[in-house]
């Protein structure tokens, strides 16, 4: 069962930051947060992941909240290209003990980018 | 092309007939993953390997479903008299190790009739 709460659909201007909210009230204190993306008709893309500090990469921004209740992944120039469903998934780090390891994904964010 | 492929992108199939599907792990990543997915969802997990040990398959979805990986590179799946409920992409990930990020195939889609 996914342990993580996304609206379900966004909009955002081409050009705009896109902020996608993720809540994940649960997590514990070795679980990281992980936001993947999907494009139509292709498979999952890696984004970015976290654990407590804010995160950045050439693709996003991951900040998450001092109680690491919540999330938001930022996009900072949304382009067209960047439309497609946005998962943000909990998952064991590499002090949580053994496990199937697989990622549990949710029904994620539809984010559609305008013109 | 370095990432992993997955063969055939389409299937169409007639109800109880075999298919399989294979995927081809990016180079030297020792962890394979199958997901299905279907329409609206994100995907669902099924199996995972590390090298050639399968480690979880309580999640397959019956025993029609059946997974290998015989010299821990590439790595089928196989369902056995598909029904119509078997319509799905079947995704394939792989990853460096436990807890590693996952990098994923562009999946097959299969029909089945």
């Known amino acids: 069962d996914a342990k993580t709460t996304q609206p379900p659909s966004m909009d955002c201007a081409e050009g705009r930051a896109a902020n996608l909210p993720c809540n994940h009230s649960t997590i514990s204190g070795n679980e990281y947060v992980y936001w993947y993306r999907q494009i139509h008709s292709q498979g999952p893309q890696y984004i970015i992941h976290?654990?407590?500090n804010n995160e950045t990469n050439e693709m996003a921004s991951l900040i998450i909240t001092e109680d690491r209740k919540s999330s938001t992944l930022i996009l900072p120039h949304a382009t067209l290209r960047d439309t497609a469903v946005y998962y943000c998934i909990v998952r064991g780090g590499l002090y949580s003990g053994g496990g199937a390891d697989g990622l549990t994904f949710g029904k994620g964010t539809h984010l559609i980018i305008q013109p | 092309d370095t990432g992993v492929s997955q063969n055939p992108r389409h299937k169409i199939t007639k109800r109880g007939q075999n298919v399989t599907f294979r995927c081809d792990p990016i180079s030297e990543h020792n962890r394979l993953y199958w997901y299905r997915q279907t329409l609206g969802q994100g995907p669902e997990f099924l199996t995972y390997f590390q090298n050639e040990a399968q480690l979880e398959k309580s999640r397959l979805l019956s025993d029609r479903f059946s997974a290998e990986r015989p010299k821990g590179s590439f790595s089928t799946l196989e369902i056995q008299r598909t029904e119509q409920g078997d319509s799905a992409m079947y995704l394939c990930?792989?990853?460096?190790?436990?807890?590693?990020?996952?990098?994923f195939g562009s999946g097959t889609q299969l029909s089945v009739l």
């Open positions: 990930a792989s990853s460096t190790g436990q807890w590693e990020k996952l990098f």
């Open positions: 976290g654990l407590k």
